[in-house]
């Protein structure tokens, strides 16, 4: 069960940080309050979501033996890169969350399911504001 909690740890990060970068974007380039606070939502309610388990989580967490640790990271172009990436980061790793989640509570799988879906209809809005 250590290495599930270990795999929700790092795609719930991983999630939050993705959707911080892009609400970022958002709020101070395309300077969007709407998407800006959609996405600040998602990002709470994904929080919410594992507040119970979050003791746990820590607990299992073992980032100093990570084998990506070291990963170098690619340069990207510019910032519409940036965005797509992250955002891509945040549907893959609630992906994750949405699998991995059920083994600890189905509801959980299920919340998670529905914000991805949200995350793509924010990706598909913020797509739109730049091309």
Do not use: C, W
Request: aromatic share 6%; proline share 1%; glycine share 2%.
């Amino acid at each position: 069960m250590k290495n599930i909690l270990r795999i929700i740890d790092a795609n719930l990060n991983r999630s939050k940080e993705g959707l911080r970068v892009v609400e970022d974007f958002t709020r101070f380039v395309l300077s969007d309050d709407k998407i800006s606070s959609v996405i600040k939502r998602q990002r709470h309610n994904i929080d919410k979501i594992a507040r119970t388990v979050y003791p746990q989580l820590v607990s299992s967490r073992d980032s100093k033996n990570d084998v990506f640790r070291r990963t170098k990271e690619s340069r990207k172009k510019n910032s519409f890169s940036v965005v797509v990436s992250n955002i891509k980061r945040v549907e893959e790793s609630l992906r994750v969350l949405e699998e991995f989640s059920k083994i600890i509570s189905a509801s959980a799988g299920s919340k998670f399911k529905k914000i991805r879906f949200k995350i793509y209809d924010i990706e598909k809005e913020i797509v739109k504001k730049i091309l």
